[in-house]
C-alpha cells in the first residue's frame, strides 16, 4: 500500500517537475560558463521550486493516508497550502530576477501560479473523520495511531543499518505485523484504549531489539546474536497470536506479556 501510495504521489506530482527544469538547466549553463551571479540567481530558483516539489509530496501524502482511512485526523501541517505559496514565491523571484519583469508583473505571476496549484491540487484536509458516537474519545486514539505509525517509521529507518541479513528480515516482517495491526486498529479506534499499553510494548520492544543490535553489531558474539534472534522470533509469534484475537473478537483485549523480554534486554544492556 505504500508503494502504492508514493507512486500515485509522483504521479500528482509530475507537474511541478516542469517548473524545475528550466532553473536546473540554467543553473548547470551558468555553472559551466563561471557566471557566479547568474549561478547563484538559478540556483536559489531553483531551491524555491524544489522545495514547493517536497512540501506537495508530503502534503500528497498525508491527504491520500487520510482519504483511504475510515477514521482519520486531519492533516496537522498544511503543507499543500505552505507549497502553493512556496511556488508563488518561487514563481515571483524568477520573474523578476531571472526574466526581468517588472516587480507587479512578477507579483501578478506569483500569485496566478499559487491560484492555479490551489485549483488544482486543491488545499489540505481540515476536518477530523470520527464516528458518530462522541462517548469514545475517539481523537486520543487516532493520535495514538499516528504516534505509533512514526516511532514504526522511525524503527525502519534504523533498520537500515543493520547488517545480519537474518535479523534484518526479522524486524523488516515484526514491522510489517506491527503495521497490520495498526492499520486493523484504524478501522476500529473504540478498540485502541484497550490494547494502548500493550502496543506500546511491542513497540518499544521492536525498536530495543533494533537499537542493542545497531550498537553491538560490530563485535557481537555469535551466541548474543542468537539470542536477539530469538527475541525477535518470540516477538512475531506473540504478533501473530495476538492478530488472530483481534480478529477472531474483536472486542477482546490484546494480552501480550512482554515482561521477560523487556527484562532480558536490560540484563544484556
Given at each position: 500500500?505504500?508503494?502504492?501510495?508514493?507512486?500515485?504521489?509522483?504521479?500528482?506530482?509530475?507537474?511541478?517537475?516542469?517548473?524545475?527544469?528550466?532553473?536546473?538547466?540554467?543553473?548547470?549553463?551558468s555553472l559551466i560558463a563561471l557566471n557566479i551571479k547568474a549561478f547563484v540567481l538559478n540556483f536559489a530558483a531553483f531551491l524555491l521550486f524544489f522545495g514547493a516539489l517536497?512540501?506537495?509530496?508530503?502534503?500528497?501524502e498525508a491527504e491520500f493516508a487520510y482519504?483511504?482511512?475510515t477514521y482519520a485526523l486531519a492533516p496537522k501541517r498544511p503543507y499543500k497550502l505552505i507549497a502553493a505559496v512556496v511556488l508563488g514565491v518561487a514563481t515571483s523571484y524568477s520573474a523578476y530576477f531571472l526574466?526581468?519583469?517588472?516587480?507587479?508583473?512578477?507579483?501578478?505571476?506569483?500569485?496566478?501560479?499559487?491560484a492555479g496549484y490551489i485549483l488544482w491540487y486543491g488545499l489540505d484536509p481540515k476536518e477530523n473523520k470520527l464516528p458518530p458516537r462522541e462517548d469514545i474519545p475517539y481523537r486520543v486514539a487516532l493520535q495514538t495511531l499516528q504516534e505509533a505509525k512514526k516511532q514504526l517509521e522511525?524503527?525502519?529507518?534504523?533498520?537500515?543499518?543493520?547488517?545480519?541479513?537474518?535479523?534484518?528480515?526479522?524486524?523488516?516482517?515484526?514491522?510489517?505485523?506491527?503495521?497490520t495491526i495498526i492499520e486493523y486498529l484504524q478501522e476500529r479506534p473504540?478498540?485502541?484504549?484497550?490494547?494502548?499499553?500493550?502496543?506500546?510494548?511491542?513497540?518499544?520492544?521492536?525498536?530495543?531489539?533494533?537499537?542493542?543490535?545497531?550498537?553491538?553489531?560490530?563485535?557481537?558474539?555469535?551466541?548474543?546474536?542468537?539470542?536477539?534472534?530469538?527475541?525477535?522470533?518470540?516477538?512475531?509469534r506473540r504478533f501473530d497470536e495476538d492478530m488472530l484475537r483481534l480478529q477472531k473478537d474483536g472486542e477482546e483485549k490484546l494480552d501480550i506479556k512482554m515482561e521477560s523480554l523487556e527484562l532480558q534486554l536490560d540484563k544484556d544492556g
Open positions: 500500500m505504500q508503494k502504492k501510495l508514493v507512486s500515485v504521489t509522483k504521479t500528482l506530482g509530475i507537474l511541478l517537475y516542469l517548473f524545475i527544469i528550466p532553473p536546473f538547466i540554467a543553473t548547470i549553463f517536497y512540501l506537495s509530496k508530503k502534503g500528497f482519504r483511504r482511512a526574466a526581468h519583469k517588472a516587480p507587479w508583473v512578477a507579483l501578478f505571476l506569483g500569485v496566478v501560479a499559487s522511525d524503527i525502519a529507518k534504523m533498520q537500515k543499518r543493520i547488517k545480519n541479513a537474518v535479523l534484518f528480515n526479522q524486524v523488516h516482517q515484526t514491522l510489517q505485523k506491527a503495521n473504540w478498540l485502541v484504549g484497550r490494547v494502548r499499553k500493550s502496543l506500546v510494548v511491542y513497540i518499544e520492544g521492536i525498536a530495543d531489539i533494533t537499537r542493542h543490535y545497531i550498537g553491538i553489531q560490530e563485535h557481537i558474539a555469535q551466541e548474543k546474536r542468537r539470542e536477539l534472534t530469538t527475541l525477535m522470533e518470540n516477538l512475531q
